[in-house]
Nanobody, 120 residues
Framework: QVQLVESGGGLVQAGGSLRLSCAAS????????MGWYRQAPGKQRDLVAM???????TYADSVKGRFTISRDNDKNTVYLQMDSLKPEDTAVYYC??????????????WGQGTQVTVSG
């Protein structure tokens, strides 16, 4: 039973910071790319950042210079450090992996989501 468990969301004032964490739990052989998406009410779900197994990041233009994605492969965990937060960053943030290999096979996974609210 593999799942992605997220933490770190909350309420913060504009200009503040939050750090999101997402750990892949279960009996896992390997985890490929990991990343973060976000979705505001009535809006589509958009990619925020992703990172390869070897640590190569990709960012949405809207968060470049403010957010930093990282991962700890020994812990099967991905992080998103969010600085200089803006009200437009308010959304539910979802952890995602395109490939988690377990004895049950290989498939993508989504986390349950964690709310980030930035007040102006």
């Amino acid at each position: 039973q593999v799942q992605l468990v997220e933490s770190g969301g909350g309420l913060v004032q504009a200009g503040g910071s939050l750090r999101l964490s997402c750990a892949a739990s279960g009996i896992i052989i390997a985890v490929n790319k990991m990343g973060w998406y976000r979705q505001a009410p009535g809006k589509q779900r958009d990619l925020v950042a992703m990172i390869t197994h070897d640590g190569i990041p990709t960012y949405a233009d809207s968060v470049k210079g403010r957010f930093t994605i990282s991962r700890d492969n020994d812990k099967n965990t991905v992080y998103l450090q969010m600085d200089s937060l803006k009200p437009e960053d308010t959304a539910v943030y979802y952890c995602h992996s395109d490939h988690i290999w377990s004895r049950a096979g290989t498939r993508p996974y989504w986390g349950q989501g964690t709310q980030v609210t930035v007040s102006g």
